[in-house]
């Protein structure tokens, strides 16, 4: 059997099961992994366990639900360092300040919507967007292409 007809025998097989196959996502690695919000949902978990206490990425990673450090896991820890959600010191990670506030403080106060732009401005790719973009957002679509 050629690796082709493999892969068009595991194709049909999962038709007739009924299942979708699966997609892969192309995703830049300055992409976040997953939403602001997801993200500040997290740093919660992790700041209910740990509150500001240094800790290392694995015990982190099984805060967040992943029993041994993996792929996942650490796409997880990268989005909350790209919002600026975990703050690291000698190879160890705890709740950044940032995160704190925000966690901390009540919607509407000040501070914590400066906290709140800074964290959504701090991945990469999105203040470069923003600095592009200026004068306000496009629609989805023209952003999408």
């Given at each position: 059997?050629?690796?082709?007809?493999?892969?068009?025998?595991?194709?049909?097989?999962?038709?007739?099961?009924?299942?979708?196959?699966?997609?892969?996502?192309?995703?830049?690695?300055?992409?976040?992994?997953?939403?602001?919000?997801?993200?500040?949902?997290?740093?919660?978990?992790?700041?209910?366990?740990?509150?500001?206490?240094?800790?290392?990425?694995?015990?982190?990673?099984?805060?967040?639900?992943?029993?041994?450090?993996?792929?996942?896991?650490?796409?997880?820890?990268?989005?909350?360092?790209?919002?600026?959600?975990?703050?690291?010191?000698?190879?160890?990670?705890?709740?950044?300040?940032?995160?704190?506030q925000v966690l901390a403080?009540?919607?509407?106060?000040?501070?914590?919507?400066?906290?709140?732009?800074?964290?959504?401005?701090?991945?990469?790719?999105?203040?470069?967007?923003?600095?592009?973009?200026?004068?306000?957002?496009?629609?989805?679509?023209?952003?999408?292409?």
């Amino acid at each position: 059997m050629t690796k082709t007809t493999g892969k068009l025998e595991g194709i049909a097989a999962e038709a007739a099961s009924g299942k979708k196959p699966k997609r892969k996502l192309h995703r830049s690695p300055n992409y976040p992994a997953f939403s602001l919000k997801e993200a500040l949902q997290r740093a919660r978990t992790v700041y209910d366990i740990e509150r500001r206490a240094w800790t290392t990425s694995a015990v982190i990673q099984k805060h967040l639900g992943h029993e041994k450090p993996s792929g996942s896991g650490g796409r997880a820890i990268s989005a909350l360092r790209q919002y600026g959600l975990l703050e690291e010191r000698d190879g160890q990670l705890r709740v950044s300040d940032v995160a704190y506030q925000v966690l901390a403080l009540k919607d509407g106060d000040l501070t914590r919507d400066e906290m709140l732009m800074r964290a959504a401005r701090k991945p990469i790719i999105f203040n470069e967007i923003l600095q592009h973009y200026a004068d306000g957002l496009p629609s989805n679509a023209t952003l999408h292409s």
